[in-house]
């Protein structure tokens, strides 16, 4: 039996008498507030108690309706006016964004990816290019400084060659390139008066450079070591091992892998225009050593050096 007590009594939820039925709170949807009206005009309840139910718990759910319903239209329309908008124009990158280049920055990776391709396919292609433009430029300079010198120049033809596993095309390409470059270098040979030019022809050479592979080394002569480099009459053979690793000593000298490939073919061919090891010997603490000197054996306090000095400037 539902508690009569009138502090309990809410004027939205009492029973009407006179209309014979009972209101819901609030929270019912606008139709079941008509179908409450409908009920009460059935019952015989007054127009004013029905028109005070309709007004009192259908208009303000009514109004709560029809404004969500509004506030969703107005969404929905202008969520696909933006999506049709994007549709139709979609946003452009900005030059700002780092993941878009510009057309010359894209060029630019574009080349950058070429020449390490060509690097990592193989060497010659790159080293070949770049030598082939220069070799002018570099016998030419070394024709002024022979020229230069006030001794006699002679002009000398040799070939490039390998024996054993010394590496693919790329390295013996690589060879060449630093074999003419460092005997046509100002400060080499071409002070004493010679230059140097390469030639595929074996008949036609004046001497033989090899890059050998160390165990081979004494297959052109017993007085060879597998250690070390060697020249034996025509033959300038540079020992694979020493090319790519130099020595011990003369790294730890200060002596970088490209400066000791330079020292060993200007020394080795040293021998080959009539130099002897050691004619020379360290004059003393830190200064240059001389060229013939043996430095991969011992530096004897000097500093290391690739060029031939002053004394050693002649050919027999």
Same mark, same amino acid.
């Given at each position: 039996m539902r508690d009569n007590d009138s502090s309990d009594r809410d004027p939205r939820?009492?029973?009407?008498?006179?209309?014979?039925?009972?209101?819901? #709170?609030?929270?019912? &949807?606008?139709?079941? /507030?008509?179908?409450?009206?409908?009920?009460?005009?059935? !019952?015989?309840?007054?127009?004013?108690?029905?028109?005070?139910?309709?007004?009192?718990h259908c208009m303000g759910t009514l109004s709560v309706s029809l404004v969500v319903i509004v506030a969703v239209i107005v969404v929905a &329309?202008?969520?696909?006016?933006?999506?049709?908008?994007?549709?139709?124009?979609? #946003?452009? #990158?900005?030059?700002?964004?780092?993941?878009?280049?510009? #057309?010359?920055?894209?060029?630019?990776?574009?080349?950058?990816?070429?020449?390490?391709?060509?690097?990592?396919?193989?060497?010659?292609?790159?080293?070949?290019?770049?030598?082939?433009?220069?070799?002018r430029e570099i016998l030419a300079g070394a024709q002024a400084t022979a020229a230069a010198s006030g001794k006699s120049v002679r002009q000398y033809s040799y070939c490039v060659s390998a024996k054993g596993e010394v590496g693919g095309a790329g390295v013996q390409q690589q060879f060449e390139n630093v074999v003419f470059r460092t005997l046509n270098d100002a !400060?080499?040979?071409?002070?004493?008066?010679?230059?140097?030019?390469?030639?595929?022809?074996?008949?036609? /050479?004046?001497?033989?450079?090899?890059?050998?592979?160390?165990?081979?080394?004494?297959?052109?002569?017993?007085?060879c070591s597998d250690k070390y480099s060697c020249r034996v009459g025509n033959d300038v053979i540079i020992n694979e091992a020493r090319w790519n690793g130099a020595t011990e000593r003369m790294l730890q000298a200060g002596m970088s892998l490209d400066r000791y490939r330079s020292m060993v073919i200007n020394h080795e061919v040293g021998h080959r225009l009539g130099h002897l090891d050691n004619e020379h010997v360290c004059p003393g603490p830190q200064a240059l050593a001389p060229l013939m000197q043996e430095q991969s054996i011992?530096?004897?306090? /000097?500093?290391?050096?690739?060029?031939?000095?002053?004394?050693?400037?002649?050919?027999?």
């Open positions: 939820n009492v029973r009407h008498d006179r209309g014979g039925f009972f209101l819901r #709170p609030l929270g019912r &949807t606008h139709f079941a /507030c008509i179908r409450d009206c409908f009920h009460a005009i059935r !019952r015989k309840a007054s127009p004013k108690v029905a028109k005070s139910v309709y007004r009192t &329309t202008a969520t696909n006016a933006r999506i049709a908008a994007e549709e139709d124009n979609p #946003p452009r #990158p900005s030059h700002d964004d780092p993941a878009v280049k510009r #057309p010359a920055e894209q060029r630019k990776d574009e080349s950058v990816q070429q020449r390490n391709k060509e690097m990592v396919l193989g060497k010659a292609t790159v080293q070949s290019a770049l030598i082939d433009r220069s070799r !400060r080499g040979w071409p002070r004493a008066g010679a230059t140097f030019t390469y030639s595929a022809d074996s008949g036609q /050479c004046d001497f033989v450079v090899y890059l050998a592979q160390p165990s081979l080394m004494t297959s052109f002569s017993d007085n011992d530096l004897h306090g /000097c500093a290391p050096n690739e060029w031939p000095t002053d004394s050693e400037l002649w050919i027999d």
